[in-house]
Protein backbone atom coordinates (compact mmCIF):
# COMPACT_ATOMS: atom_id res chain seq x y z
CA UNK A 1 0.00 0.00 0.00
CA UNK A 2 3.21 2.45 0.79
CA UNK A 3 4.63 1.86 -2.29
CA UNK A 4 1.52 2.06 -4.15
CA UNK A 5 0.61 5.59 -2.86
CA UNK A 6 4.07 6.56 -4.07
CA UNK A 7 3.90 5.01 -7.36
CA UNK A 8 3.50 7.65 -9.56
CA UNK A 9 6.59 8.92 -8.38
CA UNK A 10 8.69 5.78 -9.25
CA UNK A 11 7.40 6.14 -12.59
CA UNK A 12 9.34 9.21 -13.34
CA UNK A 13 12.53 8.17 -11.41
CA UNK A 14 15.27 5.89 -13.36
CA UNK A 15 14.76 2.29 -13.10
CA UNK A 16 12.04 0.00 -12.75
CA UNK A 17 9.23 1.69 -10.79
CA UNK A 18 8.31 -1.59 -8.84
CA UNK A 19 11.96 -2.07 -7.95
CA UNK A 20 11.82 0.65 -4.94
CA UNK A 21 11.38 -0.14 -2.13
CA UNK A 22 9.51 2.22 0.42
CA UNK A 23 9.51 1.98 4.20
CA UNK A 24 6.99 4.44 5.97
CA UNK A 25 8.38 6.85 8.43
CA UNK A 26 5.44 7.86 10.55
CA UNK A 27 7.69 10.37 12.43
CA UNK A 28 5.92 13.79 11.34
CA UNK A 29 3.20 15.73 12.44
CA UNK A 30 2.98 17.77 9.13
CA UNK A 31 4.34 16.25 6.32
CA UNK A 32 4.13 12.44 4.99
CA UNK A 33 7.53 10.73 4.70
CA UNK A 34 9.11 7.43 3.72
CA UNK A 35 12.73 5.82 3.44
CA UNK A 36 13.52 4.61 -0.11
CA UNK A 37 15.81 2.06 -0.87
CA UNK A 38 16.65 1.78 -4.73
CA UNK A 39 17.40 -2.09 -6.28
CA UNK A 40 20.18 -0.81 -8.37
CA UNK A 41 21.98 -0.38 -4.73
CA UNK A 42 22.07 3.29 -4.95
CA UNK A 43 21.77 5.35 -1.61
CA UNK A 44 18.78 5.14 0.04
CA UNK A 45 17.11 8.64 0.00
CA UNK A 46 14.04 10.16 1.91
CA UNK A 47 11.17 11.09 -0.05
CA UNK A 48 8.27 13.56 1.25
CA UNK A 49 4.65 14.78 0.89
CA UNK A 50 4.28 18.43 1.44
CA UNK A 51 1.35 18.95 3.47
CA UNK A 52 -0.14 21.67 0.60
CA UNK A 53 -2.79 22.43 3.70
CA UNK A 54 0.08 24.31 5.56
CA UNK A 55 2.41 25.14 2.86
CA UNK A 56 0.15 26.01 -0.28
CA UNK A 57 2.48 27.33 -1.93
CA UNK A 58 5.63 24.66 -2.00
CA UNK A 59 7.80 25.85 -4.84
CA UNK A 60 9.00 29.01 -1.98
CA UNK A 61 10.09 26.47 0.58
CA UNK A 62 11.74 24.52 -1.57
CA UNK A 63 13.73 27.92 -2.75
CA UNK A 64 14.21 28.46 0.32
CA UNK A 65 15.62 25.73 1.10
CA UNK A 66 18.19 25.70 -1.53
CA UNK A 67 18.83 29.02 -1.19
CA UNK A 68 20.18 28.69 2.55
CA UNK A 69 21.87 25.04 1.71
CA UNK A 70 23.75 27.21 -1.26
CA UNK A 71 25.39 29.92 1.06
CA UNK A 72 25.88 27.48 3.76
CA UNK A 73 28.19 25.30 1.27
CA UNK A 74 29.83 28.65 -0.01
CA UNK A 75 30.72 30.12 3.64
CA UNK A 76 33.49 27.74 3.89
CA UNK A 77 31.47 26.57 7.11
CA UNK A 78 31.49 22.96 8.29
CA UNK A 79 27.73 22.87 9.33
CA UNK A 80 25.91 20.58 6.68
CA UNK A 81 22.14 20.37 6.47
CA UNK A 82 20.78 17.53 4.08
CA UNK A 83 21.28 18.03 0.16
CA UNK A 84 18.27 18.45 -1.84
CA UNK A 85 17.34 15.63 -4.36
CA UNK A 86 16.15 16.51 -8.08
CA UNK A 87 13.84 14.49 -10.48
CA UNK A 88 14.54 14.68 -13.70
CA UNK A 89 15.18 17.69 -15.71
CA UNK A 90 16.02 19.22 -12.63
CA UNK A 91 12.85 19.81 -11.01
CA UNK A 92 13.14 20.21 -6.76
CA UNK A 93 8.92 19.01 -6.70
CA UNK A 94 6.92 16.68 -8.62
CA UNK A 95 3.07 16.84 -8.59
CA UNK A 96 1.14 14.03 -9.23
CA UNK A 97 -2.23 13.10 -10.54
CA UNK A 98 -3.61 13.78 -7.69
CA UNK A 99 -1.90 17.16 -6.85
CA UNK A 100 0.07 15.59 -4.33
CA UNK A 101 3.40 17.37 -4.27
CA UNK A 102 6.62 15.42 -3.95
CA UNK A 103 10.22 16.75 -2.97
CA UNK A 104 13.25 14.11 -2.16
CA UNK A 105 16.55 14.74 0.33
CA UNK A 106 19.49 12.37 0.84
CA UNK A 107 18.88 10.00 3.52
CA UNK A 108 20.78 10.06 6.71
CA UNK A 109 21.39 6.24 7.54
CA UNK A 110 23.54 6.58 10.84
CA UNK A 111 21.05 8.80 12.30
CA UNK A 112 18.29 8.88 15.01
CA UNK A 113 15.43 11.13 16.27
CA UNK A 114 14.46 11.59 19.46
CA UNK A 115 11.06 13.13 20.72
CA UNK A 116 12.32 14.22 24.53
CA UNK A 117 16.03 14.66 25.69
CA UNK A 118 16.84 12.22 28.36
CA UNK A 119 19.15 14.36 29.58
CA UNK A 120 20.55 17.74 30.02
CA UNK A 121 23.42 17.01 27.87
CA UNK A 122 20.91 16.12 24.27
CA UNK A 123 19.17 18.79 25.46
CA UNK A 124 22.08 21.64 25.36
CA UNK A 125 23.60 20.01 22.02
CA UNK A 126 20.09 20.70 19.98
CA UNK A 127 20.19 23.86 21.31
CA UNK A 128 23.39 24.39 20.39
CA UNK A 129 22.71 22.69 17.28
CA UNK A 130 19.87 25.13 16.00
CA UNK A 131 21.78 28.11 17.44
CA UNK A 132 24.71 27.35 15.01
CA UNK A 133 22.10 26.56 11.93
CA UNK A 134 21.71 30.17 12.20
CA UNK A 135 25.14 31.63 12.42
CA UNK A 136 26.03 29.20 9.46
CA UNK A 137 23.25 31.45 8.15
CA UNK A 138 24.63 34.57 8.72
CA UNK A 139 24.76 36.99 5.56
CA UNK A 140 22.07 35.46 3.69
CA UNK A 141 20.19 38.30 2.52
CA UNK A 142 16.57 38.08 3.96
CA UNK A 143 14.96 39.42 0.90
CA UNK A 144 16.61 36.23 -0.76
CA UNK A 145 13.93 34.27 1.58
CA UNK A 146 10.47 33.93 1.27
CA UNK A 147 7.94 34.39 4.45
CA UNK A 148 6.09 31.40 4.42
CA UNK A 149 3.94 32.19 7.06
CA UNK A 150 3.09 35.69 7.77
CA UNK A 151 3.20 36.77 11.55
CA UNK A 152 3.80 33.12 12.94
CA UNK A 153 5.92 34.14 15.74
CA UNK A 154 4.53 37.52 16.20
CA UNK A 155 2.80 37.61 19.48
CA UNK A 156 1.24 41.01 19.21
CA UNK A 157 -0.84 39.52 16.08
CA UNK A 158 -1.34 36.57 18.57
CA UNK A 159 -3.05 38.45 21.33
CA UNK A 160 -5.10 40.65 18.59
CA UNK A 161 -6.25 37.39 17.42
CA UNK A 162 -6.82 36.13 20.89
CA UNK A 163 -8.49 39.24 21.91
CA UNK A 164 -11.25 39.59 18.67
CA UNK A 165 -12.03 35.87 19.54
CA UNK A 166 -12.72 36.45 23.28
CA UNK A 167 -15.15 39.05 22.57
CA UNK A 168 -17.15 36.93 20.28
CA UNK A 169 -16.46 33.21 21.46
CA UNK A 170 -18.48 30.14 21.05
CA UNK A 171 -21.22 30.83 24.17
CA UNK A 172 -21.06 27.53 26.32
CA UNK A 173 -17.01 28.21 26.54
CA UNK A 174 -16.50 31.43 27.64
CA UNK A 175 -18.05 30.73 31.02
CA UNK A 176 -15.38 28.28 31.57
CA UNK A 177 -12.90 29.98 30.70
CA UNK A 178 -12.84 32.77 32.20
CA UNK A 179 -10.43 32.73 34.99
CA UNK A 180 -7.81 31.51 32.37
CA UNK A 181 -8.40 34.40 29.89
CA UNK A 182 -8.25 36.64 32.75
CA UNK A 183 -5.22 35.46 33.54
CA UNK A 184 -4.04 35.61 30.28
CA UNK A 185 -5.16 39.44 29.78
CA UNK A 186 -2.91 39.97 33.30
CA UNK A 187 -0.17 39.17 31.04
CA UNK A 188 -0.25 41.93 28.15
CA UNK A 189 3.25 42.86 29.44
CA UNK A 190 4.65 40.68 27.27
CA UNK A 191 3.04 41.72 24.41
CA UNK A 192 4.17 45.35 25.19
CA UNK A 193 7.99 44.09 25.56
CA UNK A 194 7.63 42.01 22.63
CA UNK A 195 6.41 45.38 20.03
CA UNK A 196 9.03 47.44 22.42
CA UNK A 197 11.68 45.40 21.49
CA UNK A 198 11.03 44.56 17.75
CA UNK A 199 9.75 47.83 16.45
CA UNK A 200 12.81 49.54 17.93
CA UNK A 201 15.07 47.59 16.23
CA UNK A 202 16.85 46.31 19.49
CA UNK A 203 17.96 43.04 18.15
CA UNK A 204 18.94 41.84 15.18
CA UNK A 205 16.99 39.71 12.22
CA UNK A 206 18.59 36.48 11.42
CA UNK A 207 17.84 33.49 9.71
CA UNK A 208 15.75 31.40 12.34
CA UNK A 209 14.81 27.59 12.25
CA UNK A 210 11.01 28.83 13.84
CA UNK A 211 10.44 24.98 14.73
CA UNK A 212 13.27 24.45 17.00
CA UNK A 213 12.70 21.02 18.80
CA UNK A 214 14.95 17.91 19.63
CA UNK A 215 12.30 15.93 17.38
CA UNK A 216 13.96 18.42 14.59
CA UNK A 217 18.02 17.36 15.38
CA UNK A 218 19.61 13.98 14.22
CA UNK A 219 21.71 12.58 16.43
CA UNK A 220 24.11 10.19 15.67
CA UNK A 221 22.81 6.52 16.57
CA UNK A 222 25.18 5.13 18.69
CA UNK A 223 26.38 8.41 20.52
CA UNK A 224 24.72 11.59 21.84
CA UNK A 225 26.59 13.71 19.17
CA UNK A 226 24.18 16.06 16.19
CA UNK A 227 24.56 15.27 12.72
CA UNK A 228 22.31 17.87 11.56
CA UNK A 229 18.72 19.74 11.93
CA UNK A 230 16.07 18.56 9.96
CA UNK A 231 12.79 20.05 8.92
CA UNK A 232 13.48 23.47 7.48
CA UNK A 233 10.09 24.65 6.29
CA UNK A 234 9.61 27.22 8.36
CA UNK A 235 12.77 29.17 8.62
CA UNK A 236 12.80 32.90 7.67
CA UNK A 237 14.27 36.13 8.79
CA UNK A 238 13.21 36.28 12.79
CA UNK A 239 14.00 37.13 15.87
CA UNK A 240 16.40 34.49 18.24
CA UNK A 241 14.25 34.43 20.94
CA UNK A 242 11.42 32.46 17.91
CA UNK A 243 14.08 29.20 18.32
CA UNK A 244 15.62 29.28 22.15
CA UNK A 245 11.84 30.13 24.00
CA UNK A 246 10.96 26.93 21.51
CA UNK A 247 13.89 24.81 23.23
CA UNK A 248 12.80 25.98 26.58
CA UNK A 249 8.75 25.55 26.17
CA UNK A 250 9.42 21.81 25.03
CA UNK A 251 12.28 20.39 26.44
CA UNK A 252 12.53 22.33 29.50
CA UNK A 253 9.13 21.62 30.71
CA UNK A 254 8.23 18.06 33.20
CA UNK A 255 5.87 17.49 30.90
CA UNK A 256 4.40 17.45 27.52
CA UNK A 257 1.94 20.07 25.91
CA UNK A 258 -0.85 17.28 26.54
CA UNK A 259 -0.49 16.56 29.95
CA UNK A 260 -3.69 17.28 31.68
CA UNK A 261 -2.74 17.09 35.69
CA UNK A 262 -1.41 20.87 35.90
CA UNK A 263 -0.41 19.69 39.15
CA UNK A 264 2.55 17.65 37.49
CA UNK A 265 4.00 20.30 35.17
CA UNK A 266 7.36 22.61 36.02
CA UNK A 267 10.27 23.92 34.49
CA UNK A 268 13.22 22.20 35.03
CA UNK A 269 16.18 24.20 36.04
CA UNK A 270 19.31 21.97 35.33
CA UNK A 271 17.33 21.62 31.89
CA UNK A 272 16.70 25.38 31.37
CA UNK A 273 20.13 26.83 32.17
CA UNK A 274 21.85 24.16 29.75
CA UNK A 275 19.13 25.09 26.95
CA UNK A 276 20.26 28.75 27.24
CA UNK A 277 23.89 28.06 27.51
CA UNK A 278 24.02 25.39 24.73
CA UNK A 279 22.31 27.92 22.49
CA UNK A 280 24.68 30.79 22.96
CA UNK A 281 27.64 28.71 22.43
CA UNK A 282 26.25 27.74 19.11
CA UNK A 283 25.82 31.65 18.20
CA UNK A 284 28.99 32.04 19.68
CA UNK A 285 30.64 35.61 18.90
CA UNK A 286 27.76 36.76 16.55
CA UNK A 287 25.93 37.20 20.04
CA UNK A 288 24.80 41.16 20.80
CA UNK A 289 24.72 42.58 24.08
CA UNK A 290 20.85 43.56 23.73
CA UNK A 291 20.53 39.37 23.00
CA UNK A 292 22.13 38.58 25.59
CA UNK A 293 20.13 41.23 28.10
CA UNK A 294 16.36 39.85 26.48
CA UNK A 295 17.53 36.04 26.69
CA UNK A 296 15.21 35.74 29.57
CA UNK A 297 12.14 36.85 27.46
CA UNK A 298 12.85 34.10 25.52
CA UNK A 299 10.84 31.22 27.15
CA UNK A 300 7.97 34.05 28.31
CA UNK A 301 7.44 34.81 24.84
CA UNK A 302 6.96 31.67 23.19
CA UNK A 303 5.06 29.69 26.10
CA UNK A 304 2.48 32.84 26.63
CA UNK A 305 2.08 32.75 22.92
CA UNK A 306 1.43 29.32 22.81
CA UNK A 307 -1.18 29.70 25.66
CA UNK A 308 -2.57 32.35 23.54
CA UNK A 309 -3.06 30.08 21.08
CA UNK A 310 -4.42 26.93 22.36
CA UNK A 311 -6.98 29.05 24.20
CA UNK A 312 -7.81 31.44 21.08
CA UNK A 313 -8.53 27.94 19.45
CA UNK A 314 -11.05 26.42 22.51
CA UNK A 315 -12.63 29.76 22.45
CA UNK A 316 -13.26 29.46 18.65
CA UNK A 317 -14.45 26.06 18.66
CA UNK A 318 -11.40 24.25 17.94
CA UNK A 319 -10.94 25.73 14.27
CA UNK A 320 -7.48 24.83 14.02
CA UNK A 321 -5.65 22.24 16.25
CA UNK A 322 -6.44 18.98 16.19
CA UNK A 323 -8.43 16.95 18.95
CA UNK A 324 -9.28 13.58 20.49
CA UNK A 325 -11.58 14.59 23.16
CA UNK A 326 -13.73 18.12 23.27
CA UNK A 327 -11.79 20.05 26.21
CA UNK A 328 -8.32 19.30 25.12
CA UNK A 329 -7.41 22.67 23.77
CA UNK A 330 -8.63 24.26 27.26
CA UNK A 331 -6.34 21.38 28.80
CA UNK A 332 -3.44 22.37 26.63
CA UNK A 333 -4.23 26.46 27.66
CA UNK A 334 -3.96 25.50 31.34
CA UNK A 335 -1.19 23.47 30.53
CA UNK A 336 0.93 25.83 28.90
CA UNK A 337 -0.34 28.55 31.58
CA UNK A 338 0.84 26.68 34.36
CA UNK A 339 3.97 26.36 32.41
CA UNK A 340 4.49 29.65 31.98
CA UNK A 341 3.74 30.43 35.94
CA UNK A 342 6.62 27.93 37.17
CA UNK A 343 9.44 29.89 34.20
CA UNK A 344 8.24 33.30 36.12
CA UNK A 345 8.45 31.87 39.58
CA UNK A 346 12.05 30.42 38.24
CA UNK A 347 13.34 33.20 36.61
CA UNK A 348 12.64 35.04 39.84
CA UNK A 349 13.71 33.28 42.11
CA UNK A 350 16.85 32.10 40.06
CA UNK A 351 18.18 35.68 37.75
CA UNK A 352 15.61 38.13 39.94
CA UNK A 353 13.99 38.55 36.22
CA UNK A 354 10.58 39.44 35.57
CA UNK A 355 8.90 40.73 32.07
CA UNK A 356 8.73 43.74 33.96
CA UNK A 357 12.12 44.44 34.93
CA UNK A 358 13.01 45.42 31.19
CA UNK A 359 11.78 47.61 29.02
Known amino acids: MTAHYCQEVFNVLPGDPASYHVQSLNNGLINRSFRVVPADGSPAFLLQEINLSVFPEPEKVQRNYERIDAHIRASGSDFRIPCMLYFPGGHNLFTDSRGHCWRMF???????????????????????????????CEGLRFEQLYTVIPGFHDLALRYRQFTQTASDPVPARSLKAKEMTEEVIRRQQYVTLFENITRAGRLPLRIIHHDAKIANVLFRRD?????????????????????????IRSMACSEGENEKDPGKIRIIPEAYK??????TRGLGNLITGEEKQYLHVSGLFLIYMQTLRFLTDYLAGDPYYRIEYPEQNYDRALNQLTLLKSLEEFLQDTYNFTGRSIQ
Open 223 to 247: RDEVICPVDFDTCMPGYFFSDLGDL
Open 274 to 279: AITEGY
Open 106 to 136: SFIENGRTLRVPSNTEQAAAAAECFARFTAA
